[in-house]
């Protein structure tokens, strides 16, 4: 799973998503910073979605950790409350299971400037349809 958030989704790659923590129901996720992914330059602050593409990324991961290898997630809603400015340092994301059905799971993500967990900068509430292999 870890290799799959890393280096086999093409996007995951160009932003740089490293996996911290994999563990059934939990994800950890980090986005080093790279002034690219800044919005706003005179803050200056990470782009809003840069957040909320972590926020999704780990609660997928979270939902995905309970599944079987062969399951597929898809995203059906998320919700995102940007909370304070993400400043220029590594992005960090935890999500953990609040749901897990056949069909669908929801996960609740808290995301947080490095050295600075205490005071987070964004929270989502996420939910995945899981398509079950066979």
């Known amino acids: 799973m870890r290799r799959l958030v890393e ?4 996007f995951h790659k160009l ?10 129901g ?4 980090r986005i080093p910073f790279r002034p690219e992914l800044v919005g706003d330059a005179r803050r200056p602050a990470l782009h809003g979605g840069v957040i909320s593409t972590l926020a999704d990324v780990c609660g997928g991961f979270a939902i995905w950790s309970c599944c079987r290898p062969d ?3 898809a995203t059906i809603d998320i919700g995102v409350d940007y909370l304070r400015p993400a400043g220029p340092v590594d992005l960090l ?3 953990t299971v ?3 059905g056949n069909r669908v799971g929801n996960a609740h993500v808290s995301l947080w400037s490095q050295g600075n967990r205490e005071k987070p900068v964004a929270e989502a509430r996420a939910v995945y ?3 079950r292999g066979k």
């Open 93 to 95: 994301a935890e999500a």
């Open 26 to 29: 939990y994800a950890r996720l």
């Open 71 to 73: 399951d597929r997630i």
């Open 129 to 131: 349809n899981i398509h």
């Open 7 to 10: 280096e086999e989704l093409p």
């Open 98 to 100: 609040r749901l897990l």
């Open 15 to 24: 932003l740089g998503i490293k996996a911290e923590e994999l563990r059934e």
